[in-house]
């Protein structure tokens, strides 16, 4: 949301409720659920956990889930609006994005890396090349990759849907 004062600063609000209270609080690590509720303005809820390895829920999204698809996610924003001002014609785009986070032992963690598998189909033979190319650029404007410490690693591929072409 861009403010009045300077157009191109923007805030984003998200309101996190713990939903698990088991009765008895926090009392002992094994005695309350990891379960919470996100809410944005305007958006549907989305229901978290913690990863099941800290005692969360299989089939609720994680910090980290969302931490890799955030920069996944982010990564291609920024790509597809790259091809499109250089008139690259992007047909489809998958990622196949994943994450290693290690323990420290202490009770907290570091992402070691993350790694994208954008695969990239486009309409123009032509443009292959430049298409492949345009993955660093689009990683140097990624808002969200740029605010990370953790390395990120690119392995696209770009397809040509007619060969022909």
Not at 17 to 34: A, Q, V
Not at 38 to 53: H, I, N, Q, R
Request: aromatic residues 8%; charged residues 25%.
């Amino acid at each position: 949301m861009a403010t009045t004062a300077d157009r191109h600063v923007h805030q984003y609000g998200a309101r996190l409720t713990w939903e698990g209270n088991l009765g008895e609080g926090t009392s002992t690590y094994t005695g309350y659920s990891r379960r919470y509720r996100v809410a944005m303005a305007g958006k549907p809820e989305l229901v978290g956990t913690a990863d099941p390895a800290f005692r969360g829920e299989a089939d609720k999204y994680n910090p980290e889930d969302l931490f890799v698809t955030a920069i996944s996610a982010c990564h291609m924003l920024s790509y597809l609006a790259l091809c499109a001002r250089a008139g690259i014609r992007v047909m489809a785009y998958e990622d196949d994005a994943s994450g290693v986070m290690r323990e420290d032992g202490r009770g907290g963690g570091t992402f070691e890396e993350v790694v994208l598998r954008p695969q990239v189909t486009i309409a123009q033979a032509q443009r292959e090349a430049e298409a492949m190319a345009l993955h660093e650029k689009a990683h140097e404007q990624c808002y969200i990759a740029s605010s990370c410490r953790v390395p990120i690693r690119h392995e696209p591929t770009v397809r040509i849907l007619d060969p022909a072409s």
